[in-house]
């Protein structure tokens, strides 16, 4: 096999995921960048074990799968495909994640009004996860305008009283690390601020959170728990939860 462990995305230089699964787990794992025309022949050859999918392909690996399991299905985004006999199984392990993430800092979100900046495929995971546990208003913003989404504008005038704010946008990501999704100083309610991004370690985002005195939580344990997730699926086995920990810290002392 060419490529029996890896990642799937568009850029992935910044990625963490080979030193993540290798830690955690006895294979090679391969970082896989593809353009869409890659991604077709790739995952039609099906010349692999098991994959993750990342940025953009989260939704666009759907139609290649066989079968997917129910959360994968709800969530309507995939980041985890395994080969069984040529027969390609869908999952998604961003929502364990995120949720590993979310209680382990101790956010609360329910009950709670939470914004959530963008829409694509990490943050479907992100809103099951805040349905799941009763937030009782989550508020969707997005550049792309659509029914249920909210302008940058509008989250400005209407939701300054959320609680919790989660960016699933890549604004801030490694190389442009200037750029901030949004100025917290108007969401004068708020305690908590999630970044998915893991790189850099403090965006601009989470900078200014940690100034304003609230729970800043950047996307490497939640990188570093999906990928413990995935590794289960890949090796249908079951590893110790506090594998998650010790590999969050490893990467953070290479950062």
Known sequence: MSAKYGLLGEHLSHSYSKQIHEALADYTYDLIPLSREELTKFMTAKDFAAVNV??????????????????????????????????????????????????????????????????????????????????????IVDIIPGEGICTYKEVNRLHTDAAVLVNTSPIGMYPKVDAAPIN??????????????YNPEVTKLLAQAKSLGLIAVNGLQMLVAQAFYAVQFFLDTTLEEARIEEVTRMIRETL
């Open 54 to 139: 990342t940025i953009p392909y989260k939704r666009e690996v759907i139609p290649y799968l066989d079968e997917m399991d129910d959360r994968a299905k709800s969530i309507g985004a995939v980041n985890t495909v395994v080969n069984r006999n040529g027969r390609l199984c869908g999952y998604n392990t961003d929502y364990s994640g995120f949720l590993y993430t979310l209680k382990t800092n101790h956010i609360n979100v329910t009950g709670e009004k939470v914004i959530v900046l963008g829409n694509g495929g990490a943050a479907q995971a992100v809103l099951a996860v805040l349905r799941d546990l009763s937030a009782k208003e989550i508020v």
């Open 184 to 197: 917290l100083t108007p969401f004068t309610k708020l305690t908590a601020v999630v970044d998915v991004i």
